[in-house]
T-cell receptor, first 116, second 113 residues
């Protein structure tokens, strides 16, 4: 079964508009971490934002915020004021246990295209 | 901090030859290194987990004799693709846990001709 589901293969957004990238996850572990990464065409993985399962507040990092709905098992990424440089692949990922020595499991990704 | 340096960035090799990819943690000790493979327009798929000083743990379907992983020190993990074939052409990327997060190498684009 898919641990991380990203249902939007591709998204378009007008420059300066906000966009939401969807992510749902599946785990029975009460302690987990959710990550979002940006991957431009160069291939590097750029960390954007992290949400722990016990965090009370939704995570925010500059123009990025995570809409964490625990009961729905969703962790959508919101990018505000989109810029042309935001065009890239975006991956949602999960770590199921608190230990750092556990690999991330990635969703299939969403390709975001920002239009001028 | 927490930089992983991955080399080479890209490599082209002939079918049947072997290729070694290195990941070095520059400013921290990476007890565990994760190796991923990414085919074009696809996600990152975990190949194996390597722990310093012990044998790597491979994911189901990954040939351990073909993808040799060595993690001989706390700062160096290597992936050797042996007897490479065109279907091994892919983007390979390493990752190490650091604190509560992860740091990634810059990836290696392997093309087997």
């Amino acid at each position: 079964a898919q641990k991380i589901t990203q249902t939007q293969p591709g998204m378009f957004v007008q420059e300066k508009e906000a966009v939401t990238l969807d992510c749902t996850y599946d785990t029975s572990d009460p302690s987990y971490g959710l990550f979002w990464y940006k991957q431009p065409s160069s291939g590097e993985m750029i960390f954007l934002i992290y949400q722990g399962s016990y965090d009370q507040q939704n995570a925010t990092e500059g123009r990025y915020s995570l809409n964490f709905q625990k009961a729905r098992k969703s962790a959508n990424l919101v990018i505000s004021a989109s810029q042309l440089g935001d065009s890239a692949m975006y991956f949602c990922a999960m770590r199921e246990v608190p230990s750092g020595n556990t690999p991330l499991v990635f969703g299939k990704g969403t390709r975001l295209s920002v239009i001028a | 901090g927490a930089v992983v340096s991955q080399h080479p960035s890209w490599v082209i090799c002939k079918s049947g030859t072997s290729v070694k990819i290195e990941c070095r943690s520059l400013d921290f000790q990476a007890t565990t290194m994760f190796w991923y493979r990414q085919f074009p327009k696809q996600s990152l798929m975990l190949m194996a987990t390597s722990n310093e000083g012990s044998k790597a743990t491979y994911e189901q379907g990954v040939e351990k004799d073909k993808f040799l992983i060595n993690h001989a020190s706390l700062t160096l993990s290597t992936l050797t693709v042996t007897s490479a074939h065109p279907e091994d052409s892919s983007f390979y990327i390493c990752s190490a846990s650091y604190g509560t997060g992860y740091t990634f190498g810059s990836g290696t684009r392997l093309t087997v001709v």
